[in-house]
């Protein structure tokens, strides 16, 4: 079981930036692949990052890549999200979520693939 609580979240300028963190309950983060998604009023959670167990792989989507950054320090079972250049179209409810056990093949982009899910912050970026 892991529980996880997100932080950060705001009110920002577009072209701001803001660093979301996601902290992680129990002693085996590290063991769980780890995802950011974010859900906007009347549309469906996206997929918008995912970080493997040891940092080694990153993917991200095409809406944020070059903008957005993960990271995780497994000491302190803490995964990161740097959002930088902010858009008005990023405003909405992010989420971090820990990976199912899966094979190593895995995308890890649906959320069918996450098994835990933080409670969300809101990131609201004014034009």
């Known amino acids: 079981q892991v529980q996880l609580v997100e932080s950060g979240g705001g009110l920002v300028q577009a072209g701001g930036s803001l660093r979301l963190s996601c902290a992680a309950s129990?002693?085996?983060?590290?063991?769980?692949?780890m995802g950011w998604f974010r859900q906007a009023p009347g549309k469906e959670r996206e997929f918008l990052t995912r970080i493997s167990k040891s940092s080694l792989r990153t993917y991200y989507t095409d809406s944020v890549k070059g903008r957005f950054t993960i990271s995780r320090d497994n000491a302190k079972n803490t995964v990161y999200l740097q959002m930088n250049r902010l858009k008005p179209e990023d405003t909405a409810v992010y989420y971090c979520?820990?990976?199912?056990?899966?094979?190593?093949?895995?995308?890890?982009?649906?959320?069918?693939?996450?098994?835990?899910w933080g409670q969300g912050t809101q990131v609201t970026v004014s034009s």
């Open positions: 129990g002693r085996t983060f590290s063991s769980y692949a």
């Open positions: 979520a820990a990976g199912r056990p899966l094979s190593g093949s895995s995308a890890y982009t649906s959320t069918n693939e996450y098994a835990y």
